[in-house]
């Protein structure tokens, strides 16, 4: 997986898209998950800070990853589920999240990010899952071939860090055993954190970061090797490849305001996170309104309103080899 890709979410943190990567498209792209866990191109990521945000977003949005994968599992369609193949791991929160849902396959987590599939490991280690767990380090698409067959693709968040997402998700397909399933994290809507007027500042922040993730986007994916650009019609781009379409479903992350003190972190982090991505995408005026949002001592700031929120939500596409 090419280190350019992580939410969330998979998502960034929140991620994200990231980052993540859980990583929502308001996330800076720094997916929760997604390979390589949300990286823009030619920024250096500093994996001692980033794992645990990455793993800290993944946490918080574990309730519409394990929901998604109930809903697949019970389709009158799905598998047996032997093998799974989490693309883009990041952390691992997900993949020990289906080794759960799934409690006969075999998990294999895989990213581009040795710090990140260490954590993946400790994760698995710890939950007592290890016995079924392994990792692998690829670059994709390039080590696709590498991966072998499996009975579930998740692919959460991390398609769209790959320039020919067609073949990217032709790929997949290839890897699945008969009657296997893709599961393709794409879509969702924006996190949402503060009201739209706060108190400061011009209202509307939040929508104009919005504005700023989508530009930060189109810049992404205009630098990816191989780069085409596809209509994000994520089940037609299923069947263009030979899938069946199963159906789409979106899962809603709902946690209202006062927030537990581990959300209200991570809203802190991954605002922080974009502040510094956007960079010049921000107006001063917006940027002003951030350092005080981000300030620890300000009374107005996201450490000490009682307004602070997480909303968002993540779409799971389905596609089906035939058996």
């Known amino acids: ?103 006969e396959a075999e998990v294999v987590a895989v990213d581009a990010t040795p710090a990140l599939l260490e954590r993946a490991r400790n994760r698995a280690r710890r939950l007592g899952v290890i016995e079924r767990f392994d990792t692998r380090e690829a670059e994709l698409p390039r080590d696709v071939d590498r991966l072998g067959q499996a009975d579930l693709v998740w692919a959460g968040n991390s398609l769209h860090h790959m320039g020919d997402q067609r073949a990217a998700l032709a790929s997949f397909a290839g890897l699945l055993t008969p009657g296997g399933t893709v599961a393709l994290v794409e879509g969702g809507l924006p996190t949402r954190r503060l009201p739209r007027d706060i108190g400061i500042g011009r209202p509307g922040l939040e929508a104009r970061m919005e504005a700023a993730a989508a530009e930060r986007f189109d810049r992404m994916r205009a630098e990816l090797p191989d780069t085409k650009r596809e209509t994000e019609d994520w089940s037609a781009l299923l069947a263009a490849v030979g899938l069946a379409p199963q159906g789409t479903r979106s899962f809603l992350l709902d946690l209202p305001a006062p927030l537990s003190r581990a959300a209200r972190d991570h809203v802190v982090a991954s605002m922080a996170r974009e502040r510094e991505v956007f960079g010049e995408l921000l107006t001063a005026e917006d940027d002003a309104v951030l350092e005080r949002l981000l300030d620890p001592d300000d009374p107005q700031g996201l450490h000490h309103r009682p307004d602070v929120y997480l909303l968002t939500a993540r779409t799971v596409h389905l596609g089906r080899r035939e058996a």
Do not use: K
């Open 1 to 103: 997986m090419n280190s350019n890709a992580g939410h969330g979410h998979h998502e960034a943190p929140a991620p994200t898209a990231t980052a993540v990567h859980p990583h929502s498209h308001a996330h800076a792209h720094t997916p929760a998950h997604g390979p390589g866990s949300g990286a823009d191109p030619g920024t250096d990521i500093d994996w001692d800070v980033m794992g645990p945000l990455l793993e800290r977003d993944a946490e918080l949005s574990s309730t519409q990853y394990e929901a998604a994968a109930r809903w697949m599992a019970a389709l009158p369609t799905a598998p047996e589920v032997r093998r799974v193949l989490d693309i883009g791991s990041g952390p691992g929160v997900v993949s020990c999240l289906l080794a759960d849902v799934f409690p």
